[in-house]
């Protein structure tokens, strides 16, 4: 695998024919999805600044343009009427060349829209000349006529009581205040995760601290807590987070987690009083960072995506100059004490004529959705197995144990071993229903209408192209058209 210097990493984009030939060759790769957003060239991590504004979906991701490698961190723009095809709008937020603010990295954050304009909030990944880090977080505002304009000062920078790991501000306007919110993911100076509070009356101006978030109970979770969100869904507030450094039960040896406590939010305090556990959001390998549309009516719901991929973690394409996607986006709703997440209802336009397939070994579309209604009793659908049946990825349900697992070991190109290779969720009502979506190098399951999701990239090759199901299933497949223009926009 390549080596990356850290010249390498931190070279500033000039001319975007320098990255042409890298999208030519890249845009050449069998592992490229079809229905899931991913970047032109490189690497792509956190999506943020989802919002409705202007007619449209605004959503923007992390992207290091030159290779699969954490370096140098643009935000790349993307729109979409239905939140299912999306068209690529080129780079909005470009690092200062000048040893600005934001000199080693326009980081991720958060949008809201006003009027005409939409407000962008991003951490400004400063280095100095010996590579310390240091932290701010800045403002851009960006007219209908696409052009952002920075501020030329940040808001503010890193609270000194804390260390440099400050980032990913999230603004929100909460309900009966006349503040704004701005929350930060950040680290105690003994090492533990924690969320910074900022307020101001003004979205440009006079943001001040307000204080560090209190959850009872977490206080001691992780040794940083990256891209948080305190959203209010069905009347209950759900504090989204990403702890890090931590290895929890059925996890493998995943050190970074992506999940939600669902609790109530006292902003009088800055306390939010968990009413029950973290629980992660997915439960498949790569799945990290996600964000929730800022400005929906509706509020009995919200709607995630997610990045379909890990710190820490590399993957097959890393090769190929390019790594990581989103995940669809989904709807959640709140039940019982969970979040419960559907893929949005949008995303069956996407389907072709249905295929009732029978048991045995069937055909598996590079882009498809299986739906399968199960009797109780043991299931196993085994996704890209060979002509012989053989191998694949293996998602099954154990009636007596009550649980459902995904076992990726079974594939030819098997990677981020350190991980584990199979995941698993009990099912206590046992299963009744499972909606997997496949793409080109991915594979999303969503086990009884949204109880539980595993999201996994997974690299077929030639021969894995088929599946079987084995229980007693009833067996619907689409072919599902392209989403995505990978277009070459920079
Ligand atoms: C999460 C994260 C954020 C940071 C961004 C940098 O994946 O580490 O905390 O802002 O990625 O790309």
Same mark, same amino acid.
């Given at each position: 695998?390549?080596?990356?210097?850290?010249?390498?990493?931190? !070279?500033?984009?000039?001319?975007?024919?320098?990255?042409?030939?890298l999208y030519q060759r890249v845009s050449k790769s069998v592992y490229r999805q079809t229905f899931h957003?991913?970047?032109?060239?490189?690497?792509?991590?956190?999506?943020?600044?989802?919002?409705?504004?202007?007619n449209q979906w605004h959503l923007f991701y992390q992207w290091c343009p030159w290779g699969a490698v954490h370096g140098l961190k643009h935000w790349y723009h993307i729109v979409s009427r239905d939140l299912v095809s999306w068209k690529n709008l080129g780079v909005c937020l470009l690092p200062d060349q000048n040893d600005g603010y934001d000199n080693k990295g326009v980081y991720s954050g958060s949008a809201m829209p006003?009027?005409?304009?939409?407000?962008?909030?991003?951490?400004?990944?400063? !280095?100095?000349?010996?590579?310390?880090?240091?932290?701010? %977080?800045?403002?851009? !505002?960006?007219?209908?006529?696409g052009w952002p304009e920075k501020y030329p000062l940040p808001l503010f920078g890193s609270h000194p009581n804390y260390t440099e790991h400050q980032r990913d501000p999230k603004i929100m306007k909460v309900e009966g205040r006349d503040e704004y919110y701005m929350i930060i993911g950040a680290q105690t100076k003994d090492l533990r995760g924690c969320i910074l509070v900022y307020s101001s009356p003004d979205?440009?101006?006079?943001? $001040?601290?307000?204080?560090?978030?209190?959850?009872?109970?977490?206080s001691d979770f992780g040794?940083?807590?990256?891209?948080?969100s305190i959203e209010h869904i069905g009347g209950h507030d759900v504090l989204?987070?990403?702890?890090?450094?931590? %290895?929890?039960?059925? !996890?493998?040896?995943?050190?970074?987690?992506?999940?939600?406590?669902?609790? %109530?939010?006292?902003?009088?305090?800055?306390?939010? %009083?968990?009413?029950?556990?973290?629980?992660?959001?997915?439960?498949?390998?790569? $799945?990290?960072?996600?964000?929730?549309?800022?400005?929906?009516?509706?509020?009995?719901?919200?709607?995630?995506?997610?990045?379909?991929?890990?710190?820490?973690? $590399?993957?097959?394409?890393?090769?190929?100059?390019?790594a990581g996607c989103l995940t669809l986006p989904r709807e959640l709703t709140v039940r019982g004490r969970r979040l419960i997440q559907q893929p949005l209802p949008e995303l069956k336009k996407l389907r072709g004529e249905k295929i009732i397939t029978n048991k045995g070994v069937n055909p598996l579309p590079k882009a498809c959705e299986i739906e399968l209604d199960c009797r109780p009793g043991d299931v196993a659908v085994k996704l890209f197995t060979s002509e012989n049946g053989e191998g694949g990825m293996l998602v099954s349900f154990d009636e007596a144990k009550k649980e459902i697992s995904v076992d990726r070991s079974g594939m030819t190109n098997r990677f981020n071993l350190s991980e584990g290779e199979v995941r698993t969720r009990p099912l206590e009502n046992g299963l009744s229903h499972l909606r997997i979506f496949v793409d080109s190098s991915s594979v999303e399951i969503f086990v009884n209408d949204g109880d539980a999701v595993f999201t996994s990239r997974c690299f077929p090759t030639k021969e894995e192209h088929l599946f079987t199901t084995e229980g007693e299933t009833f067996v619907r497949l689409w072919p599902l058209k392209a989403a995505v223009k990978d277009s070459f926009l920079i």
């Open positions: 695998m390549k080596e990356w210097t850290r010249e390498e990493r931190y !070279r500033y984009l000039k001319d975007p024919q320098e990255l042409y030939e957003v991913q970047s032109v060239t490189g690497l792509m991590n956190d999506p943020h600044g989802f919002v409705w504004h202007d006003i009027g005409d304009k939409m407000y962008l909030y991003y951490t400004g990944n400063h !280095r100095d000349a010996d590579w310390k880090r240091h932290a701010y %977080t800045c403002l851009a !505002r960006l007219g209908n006529d979205l440009q101006h006079g943001w $001040s601290i307000a204080g560090e978030l209190n959850v009872p109970g977490f040794d940083m807590w990256e891209c948080p989204l987070l990403c702890p890090q450094h931590i %290895t929890l039960p059925g !996890r493998g040896g995943t050190q970074n987690h992506n999940g939600y406590i669902l609790g %109530t939010m006292d902003w009088d305090t800055l306390t939010f %009083t968990p009413d029950g556990q973290f629980h992660v959001l997915d439960f498949g390998f790569d $799945s990290y960072a996600a964000a929730c549309a800022n400005n929906i009516e509706d509020t009995d719901k919200a709607i995630l995506i997610a990045w379909m991929g890990l710190p820490d973690v $590399s993957y097959p394409t890393d090769d190929e100059d390019w």
